[in-house]
């Protein structure tokens, strides 16, 4: 168990010796005792304040939590009270570093109730953890008040428990607002957007995190997404408001300002992110890490890219590398003799890949299973990049890769 999930001594506890939570760890077969002294205690948490899902918007601060004894056995029913409920060592701590303070709660007054209200819904038990992982405030706010309120509200408007579930389970934070007030806001300003009537449930179920944003904001997001040529209806729309609504204007002109460190020109990254929004949601060090893949290794261009930017949502180490190892591997055993589109390739189902390049080989090429689990490096076989762009970039000029 992490080392700040600790089990205070009956009659000993006077002080915790100060430590990190952030770095220290003990096992959770066990369970530890901590050392104590004679003075009261100070534990020195790193808090982090949690604006929507976004990562880049968690900003670390240090805070001085001060515990005397007696309430160390809070915390040692704290830490029981998640291991009890299934709760991870890695869910246990996201949940203290998001709020410290749950450490203290009473456990009968504040995080029972929370946990069984959430189940009254309807909500499973793994379900519970996900929403409370997410949204730790969820555990300090009031159910009268509040969560029961809110829920109620995103109920009457979604037009069934469960869609309001759903909307709750990808966006937790809809709680931190009152559901009626928010909802009245969104609406008016997904009315002013265009956005026809009929689609504004939907729009606001499959992005319930808007809920959270500030109207104003939303306002100014949305007129400037129809000013760059989005269609208001269109799915795309949907995912660019919502990721634009939650980063700010610096962060958004980093990630602009990455693709174009990487030969994009203005055009390509705005068919990019009217193709695929979610792109922009990368950190700067995965775009760069994406691209530089698909153009030093692959030699695709820029434009080649811009036009089909879904290449762009792949994830690298899970299927882009795995499938390119597998088809170099065949390659230079000379068991295919041509590779076919790039697409077709990257975008067939797993099991579809497993059946036509994996399982069909792998009992006459030994190492085939290794590059499909990433054992072996891409460039460590001799792959015939000239014919692969030749069979796969086969669409006229506007999609001649580079130069070797």
């Given at each position: 168990m992490l080392q700040y999930l600790y089990k205070c001594q009956r009659n000993q506890c006077t002080k915790i010796r100060k430590t990190s939570l952030f770095v220290q760890f003990v096992s959770t077969r066990s369970g530890s005792n901590i050392q104590t002294d004679?003075?009261?205690?100070?534990?020195?948490?790193?808090?982090?304040?949690?604006?929507?899902?976004?990562?880049?918007?968690?900003?670390?601060?240090?805070?001085?939590?001060?515990?005397?004894?007696?309430?160390?056995?809070?915390?040692?029913?704290?830490?029981?009270?998640?291991r009890n409920h299934g709760f991870s060592a890695t869910q246990m701590k996201k949940l203290i570093r998001l709020r410290p303070t749950l450490l203290a709660s009473n456990v009968d007054k504040t995080l029972k109730p929370k946990l069984k209200f959430l189940q009254s819904i309807g909500f499973s038990e793994d379900e519970c953890r996900k929403i409370l992982c997410n949204n730790p405030n969820i555990f300090l706010s009031s159910i009268v008040k509040?969560?029961?309120?809110?829920?109620?509200?995103?109920?009457?408007?979604?037009?069934?428990?469960?869609?309001?579930?759903?909307?709750?389970?990808?966006?937790?934070?809809?709680?931190?607002?009152?559901?009626?007030?928010?909802?009245?806001?969104?609406?008016?300003?997904?009315h002013q957007v265009g956005i026809?009537?009929?689609?504004?449930?939907?729009?606001?179920?499959?992005?319930?995190?808007?809920?959270?944003?500030?109207?104003?904001?939303?306002?100014?997001?949305?007129?400037?997404?129809?000013?760059?040529g989005f269609d208001v209806t269109s799915p795309a729309f949907r995912a660019a408001f919502s990721l634009m609504s939650l980063l700010s204007h610096s962060k958004m002109e980093r990630k602009l300002e990455t693709y174009r460190s990487m030969g994009f020109s203005d055009g390509e990254i705005l068919n990019i992110f009217r193709s695929q929004p979610t792109c922009m949601f990368y950190s700067e060090e995965n775009i760069r890490a994406i691209v530089a893949f698909y153009v030093d290794r692959l030699h695709l261009s820029q434009s080649f890219l811009s036009q089909r930017p879904v290449f762009l949502l792949r994830s690298l180490e899970r299927r882009v590398i795995p499938r390119c190892s597998v088809m170099q591997v065949l390659w230079s055993r000379g068991i295919?003799?041509?590779?076919?589109?790039?697409?077709?390739?990257?975008?067939?189902?797993?099991?579809?890949?497993?059946?036509?390049?994996?399982?069909?080989?792998?009992?006459?090429v030994l190492e085939l299973l290794a590059a499909?689990?990433?054992?072996l490096k891409f460039d460590e076989y001799s792959f015939h990049l000239r014919e692969f762009r030749q069979i796969s970039m086969s669409k006229g000029p506007s999609s001649e890769t580079k130069a070797t």
């Amino acid at each position: 168990m992490l080392q700040y999930l600790y089990k205070c001594q009956r009659n000993q506890c006077t002080k915790i010796r100060k430590t990190s939570l952030f770095v220290q760890f003990v096992s959770t077969r066990s369970g530890s005792n901590i050392q104590t002294d004679e003075s009261k205690s100070l534990i020195n948490l790193r808090h982090r304040k949690s604006h929507g899902l976004s990562k880049e918007t968690l900003i670390s601060e240090a805070k001085v939590l001060q515990l005397d004894p007696a309430k160390c056995s809070k915390v040692s029913a704290v830490i029981e009270f998640f291991r009890n409920h299934g709760f991870s060592a890695t869910q246990m701590k996201k949940l203290i570093r998001l709020r410290p303070t749950l450490l203290a709660s009473n456990v009968d007054k504040t995080l029972k109730p929370k946990l069984k209200f959430l189940q009254s819904i309807g909500f499973s038990e793994d379900e519970c953890r996900k929403i409370l992982c997410n949204n730790p405030n969820i555990f300090l706010s009031s159910i009268v008040k509040q969560l029961s309120p809110s829920f109620d509200s995103l109920k009457d408007f979604m037009g069934s428990k469960v869609q309001a579930m759903a909307a709750i389970k990808r966006s937790p934070h809809v709680f931190n607002n009152k559901i009626s007030h928010s909802l009245k806001q969104t609406v008016q300003v997904l009315h002013q957007v265009g956005i026809p009537d009929y689609q504004v449930p939907e729009f606001i179920s499959k992005a319930p995190i808007i809920l959270t944003i500030n109207p104003e904001k939303m306002s100014k997001v949305g007129l400037r997404l129809k000013e760059m040529g989005f269609d208001v209806t269109s799915p795309a729309f949907r995912a660019a408001f919502s990721l634009m609504s939650l980063l700010s204007h610096s962060k958004m002109e980093r990630k602009l300002e990455t693709y174009r460190s990487m030969g994009f020109s203005d055009g390509e990254i705005l068919n990019i992110f009217r193709s695929q929004p979610t792109c922009m949601f990368y950190s700067e060090e995965n775009i760069r890490a994406i691209v530089a893949f698909y153009v030093d290794r692959l030699h695709l261009s820029q434009s080649f890219l811009s036009q089909r930017p879904v290449f762009l949502l792949r994830s690298l180490e899970r299927r882009v590398i795995p499938r390119c190892s597998v088809m170099q591997v065949l390659w230079s055993r000379g068991i295919i003799s041509k590779i076919g589109k790039l697409s077709s390739m990257l975008m067939i189902s797993e099991k579809d890949f497993l059946e036509k390049y994996v399982t069909k080989y792998e009992s006459e090429v030994l190492e085939l299973l290794a590059a499909y689990r990433g054992k072996l490096k891409f460039d460590e076989y001799s792959f015939h990049l000239r014919e692969f762009r030749q069979i796969s970039m086969s669409k006229g000029p506007s999609s001649e890769t580079k130069a070797t």
